[in-house]
Structure formats: structure tokens, C-alpha cells
Antibody, heavy 119, light 110 residues
Framework: VQLVQSGAEVKKPGESLRISCKGSGYSFSSYWISWVRQMPGKGLEWMGKIDPSDSYTNSSPSFQGHVTISVDKSISTAYLQWSSLKASDTAMYYC?????????????WGQGTLVTVSS | QSVLTQPPSASGTPGQRVTISCSGSSSDIGTNYVYWYQQLPGTAPKLLIYRNNQRPSGVPDRFSGSKSGTSASLAISGLRSEDEADYYCAAWDDSLTSWVFGGGTKLTVL
């Protein structure tokens, strides 16, 4: 199982951004993909998850409306997108394979994408 | 502030046994499985314990998990220098319909 994320990004406040996560070594549509935020020096925060088979999403109330989770199952890739970044979005973002069930946990993690938002 | 409560730090000497606690509520730990993740410095987290007390293949049996009511614990026996890492507990929260994590415990091997 491998989850390979896109590279580090440096953006200005107000800019848009999409980061990616490509899965391999397993049946991509048989597992959900979660996104997890880790702010500098802080703990893990689950943002939401998506079912690649039908693009159904389940998001944390804390992140709903601020980010968009999407997927292109034809290329085994999930995305996390912002339309207008804030300085407070500066963080490491991890994608993670998630067991396909309502309470399905994360088992494998990507290497992380560092997003820096600064004017 | 994290939904699940962990001590911010723990420490032990090589060979010792240490435990890390994780406290929650009836909507998370009280009704759902607990998972533990290990995050070595500068790396992505790794699944350490699943379904309260199960170890994925490759995880040494020095690591064990338990759960009672709305609390859970991770125990590490025969402490080694390479165990120095951040440890996070996690559980599904039925009220939030979200995964919730503890704030993490930084383990130092003295």
C-alpha cells in the first residue's frame, strides 16, 4: 500500500490550492480516503473522508464549508482543495487510507504535504 | 482543544514499562473502538493498535492496548530508544459523526 502526496506549497492569503494523494498497491475504490491536518507543533485533526466509488463525502463540522474533498477514481487520486486560503491553513496535511465503513479507521498514511500560507 | 484527553508528556528509561492514558466520553470511547497511532519525529503517523487491543502485523508485542468504559490506555514494555515519538489515541464520535483524536503524548526515553 502506498499513498503518494503532492509536494510542498507556498501560497498567499486569498489564493486557491489543490493538493493530491495517489493510491497504489491496493484496490483504490474499496477503501475511503481521509484527510488529516497537523498544524505546526500541534496534534492530529480529522478533516473528512471520501468514498472513491461514488464520491460520497463525510466531513468534520470543524472543516465543513472551508475545504472541498474530491476524487478521480480513474487515476486513483484524491484531492483536498481550498478556494481562498488563510494564514491559519498553514499546516501539514496527510491523506490516509480508511476502512470502508461508517466508523472505518485510518490504517495507512501518505507522507504529508506541507502547506504554507504567508503574505 | 482535543475531544480525547491525553497527558502531554511521558517518560521512562530503557527497559521500563510506561503507560499512556486516553480519556473520552460516552459518544466516542464509550461506544466505539480505540485506535493508537505512533508518529516518529518528522514522519507520518503509523497505526500501532486497532480495535482497542489488536496489533497490526509488524508491530512488536511490547505494545499493548486496553479499554475500560470511557478510557483507554497504551502500554509499552521493555522501552527502547526508538520508541521516542508522539502517540495519539483516536475514536469515532457518534455525536460529531467524525473521527476524534487525543492531543498527543510525547514519549521521551531518558
Amino acid at each position: 500500500v502506498q499513498l503518494v502526496q503532492s509536494g510542498a506549497e507556498v501560497k498567499k492569503p486569498g489564493e486557491s490550492l489543490r493538493i493530491s494523494c495517489k493510491g497504489s498497491g491496493y484496490s483504490f475504490s474499496s477503501y475511503w480516503i481521509s484527510w488529516v491536518r497537523q498544524m505546526p507543533g500541534k496534534g492530529l485533526e480529522w478533516m473528512g473522508k471520501i468514498d472513491p466509488s461514488d464520491s460520497y463525502t463525510n466531513s468534520s463540522p470543524s472543516f465543513q464549508g472551508h475545504v472541498t474533498i474530491s476524487v478521480d477514481k480513474s487515476i486513483s487520486t484524491a484531492y483536498l482543495q481550498w478556494s481562498s486560503l488563510k494564514a491559519s491553513d498553514t499546516a501539514m496535511y496527510y491523506c490516509a487510507r480508511t476502512i470502508a465503513a461508517r466508523r472505518g479507521p485510518v490504517d495507512y498514511w501518505g507522507q504529508g504535504t506541507l502547506v504554507t500560507v504567508s503574505s | 482543544q482535543s475531544v480525547l484527553t491525553q497527558p502531554p508528556s511521558a517518560s521512562g528509561t530503557p527497559g521500563q514499562r510506561v503507560t499512556i492514558s486516553c480519556s473520552g466520553s460516552s459518544s466516542d470511547i464509550g461506544t466505539n473502538y480505540v485506535y493508537w497511532y505512533q508518529q516518529l519525529p518528522g514522519t507520518a503517523p503509523k497505526l500501532l493498535i486497532y480495535r482497542n487491543n489488536q496489533r497490526p502485523s509488524g508491530v512488536p508485542d511490547r505494545f499493548s492496548g486496553s479499554k475500560s468504559g470511557t478510557s483507554a490506555s497504551l502500554a509499552i514494555s521493555g522501552l527502547r530508544s526508538e520508541d521516542e515519538a508522539d502517540y495519539y489515541c483516536a475514536a469515532w464520535d457518534d455525536s460529531l459523526t467524525s473521527w476524534v483524536f487525543g492531543g498527543g503524548t510525547k514519549l521521551t526515553v531518558l
